[in-house]
């Protein structure tokens, strides 16, 4: 099986900093794309930042400039660092993952639980 932990949620001011961290683990082969959502209060999920096993990352505008993704391949874990935060960022941040399971041989998309970014004076 393979599972998807994230870390480094909070509450912070407006202008604020937080870095979220997601490791994956398990019967992992290869790991793919890697990518944050968030889903705010009354909203629908969306795809905030992407980033490909090459290193390749593409951001929603509204992040661009403010968030910055990585990876650590050797440590299967990716980073969301989230300058200058508003509070239009409040949301819970999900981790996404394409992974190649050493059992199933197959690529599958896998989740996280979810952190929360609460972003308020």
């Known amino acids: 099986q393979v599972q998807l932990v994230e870390s480094g949620g909070g509450l912070v001011q407006p202008g604020g900093s937080l870095r979220l961290s997601c490791v994956a683990s398990g019967r992992i082969a290869r790991l793919g794309d890697m990518n944050w959502f968030r889903q705010g209060p009354g909203k629908q999920r969306e795809l905030v930042v992407s980033?490909?096993?090459?290193?390749?990352?593409s951001y929603v505008d509204s992040v661009k400039g403010r968030f910055s993704i990585s990876r650590d391949n050797a440590k299967n874990t990716v980073y969301l660092q989230m300058n200058s935060l508003k509070p239009e960022d409040t949301a819970v941040y999900y981790c996404?993952?394409?992974?190649?399971?050493?059992?199933?041989?197959?690529?599958?998309?896998?989740w996280g639980q979810g952190t929360q970014v609460t972003v308020s004076s």
């Open positions: 996404n993952a394409a992974v190649l399971s050493s059992v199933l041989t197959t690529w599958r998309g896998f």
């Open positions: 980033i490909t096993s090459d290193g390749a990352t």
